[in-house]
């Protein structure tokens, strides 16, 4: 779906009118939690939304509005990433490394139950020669 940040907003808006229906106490030594439940040295306040129909009007255009931007922003980026051509490997001295001559291609007689017989050659690390000058 491409209404998920509208949904959610409406999803939003329907659960602010649903807890402006119930009660909300604040708790704790220094006023910093939040229940539903009524307890010792609590206090109860209000939760209800005190805008206006206007002000919740502006408020749902400035967050579809948000929402048709940050669409905007992520196809750009996505065309940015697109177009984003991939660093070639270098060799210590920052050399490109030349590419193999030929690559090996599947179709040139070999058959799969050759492959899964073959045993993997162990890597072996050797030193490069200097480059000619």
Same mark, same amino acid.
């Given at each position: 779906?491409?209404?998920?940040?509208? *949904?959610?907003?409406? %999803? %939003?808006m $329907?659960s602010v009118a @649903?807890? +402006?229906?119930?009660?909300?106490y604040?708790?704790g030594?220094?006023? +910093?939690?939040?229940q539903?439940?009524?307890?010792? &040295?609590? !206090?109860?306040?209000?939760?209800?939304d /005190? =805008?206006s *129909?206007?002000? =919740? /009007?502006?408020a !749902?255009?400035?967050?579809? /509005?948000e929402?048709? %931007? *940050?669409?905007?922003?992520?196809r750009?980026r996505? &065309?940015r990433?697109? $177009? @984003?051509?991939?660093a070639?490997a270098?060799?210590i001295n920052?050399?490109? @490394?030349?590419q193999? $001559?030929?690559?090996?291609? $599947? +179709?040139k007689? &070999?058959? #799969? +139950? #050759?492959r899964?017989?073959?045993?993997?050659?162990?890597f072996?690390?050797?030193v490069?020669k200097? *480059?000619?000058?």
């Amino acid at each position: 779906m491409r209404h998920y940040p509208f *949904a959610f907003g409406v %999803l %939003l808006m $329907a659960s602010v009118a @649903i807890t +402006s229906a119930q009660d909300a106490y604040r708790c704790g030594p220094d006023g +910093s939690t939040f229940q539903q439940m009524p307890c010792a &040295k609590g !206090e109860a306040i209000d939760v209800g939304d /005190r =805008r206006s *129909a206007k002000q =919740r /009007r502006e408020a !749902e255009g400035i967050a579809k /509005r948000e929402a048709r %931007l *940050a669409k905007r922003l992520e196809r750009e980026r996505l &065309k940015r990433e697109a $177009a @984003i051509v991939p660093a070639t490997a270098t060799g210590i001295n920052g050399q490109p @490394i030349p590419q193999a $001559a030929s690559t090996p291609s $599947a +179709s040139k007689g &070999k058959t #799969k +139950s #050759k492959r899964k017989n073959a045993v993997a050659k162990p890597f072996t690390a050797r030193v490069p020669k200097p *480059a000619k000058q």
